[in-house]
């Protein structure tokens, strides 16, 4: 029997089974935040200047990084011209969003994660009782306290990005993409301190970048915690085979190869090639 082990966002009930069953797992680096989503009116005048609205160009993307003086880095992920903000959670005491475009991108909203990365020394007090699976829990706990904030299954917390920005509550939202609703919150209540203080030094980086990024016609709603996998399962660097376990072949961005749609496809056809090697 041969088996490539493709795991994707939600494969937290295959990390359980594996770390059941004893095989190898090792904990990785990975990155959380928040969606954020302007109108794509704002995105198109701030990317597209006089130019904006020009039936040829379409709706603008964008793609922002920033370096904090700390050391750690806050930067755009899965950016949604013309989109909108869809529910990711894989149990019902979780809040989790992620973005989606459609073909045309033609929606009145622009979103995309912001976020920063999560280093193993942020979740090391979870290593003693979690193991390598530690990161993952780190995970968890962030998307039930987001969840704790509003209660209602598939409703999110969110508040205006200026507000934020400005550590001031929200007491009204702007429209939203996001079907189930958004509700304010004070969104230092359900994310780290850390995360917190990275992402307002990165929007106010942003701003200057790109002014007119931080507005309260944009809204942060919570939480984006799926972007990577904060587990990686073993495998030899040749074989592309865990080491222990013959004819498995862990693969794609849940099993902490790739970092994207395209990148989990080439991972998958590297370790498909690789099937065949074995097989014959």
Partial sequence: KHLILACGHSARDVFELLKEHDVALAQKTF??????????????????????GHPALGAAPYKLVA??????????FCMCPGGFIVPAMTDAAQSVVNG??????????????IVTEIRQ?????????YGALAGLRFQQQLEELAYAQVEDHQVAPGQRLADFVRGKASKSLPRC????????????????????DALRGGFAAFDRKMHGFVTNEALIVGVESRTSSPVR????????MHPQIRGLFPAGEGAGYAG??????????RCAERVADYVK
Avoid: K
């Fill in 233 to 240: 399962v073993p495998r030899d660097p040749d074989t592309l």
């Fill in 121 to 129: 020394v942020d979740f090391a007090h979870l290593t003693g009782q």
């Fill in 177 to 196: 993409s996001y079907v189930p609703g958004v509700v304010p919150t004070e969104a230092h209540r359900w994310l780290p301190g850390f995360i917190s």
């Fill in 31 to 52: 990155a959380m935040g928040v969606r954020i989503e302007h109108p794509q009116r704002d995105i198109d005048r701030a990317q597209y200047a006089p130019s904006a």
């Fill in 260 to 269: 994207g749609i395209i990148s989990a496809a080439m991972d998958g056809e």
């Fill in 67 to 76: 370096h904090l003086p700390n050391g750690r880095s806050v930067f755009s």
């Fill in 100 to 113: 989606m475009s459609p073909s045309g991108r033609n929606s009145v909203f622009a979103n995309s994660g």
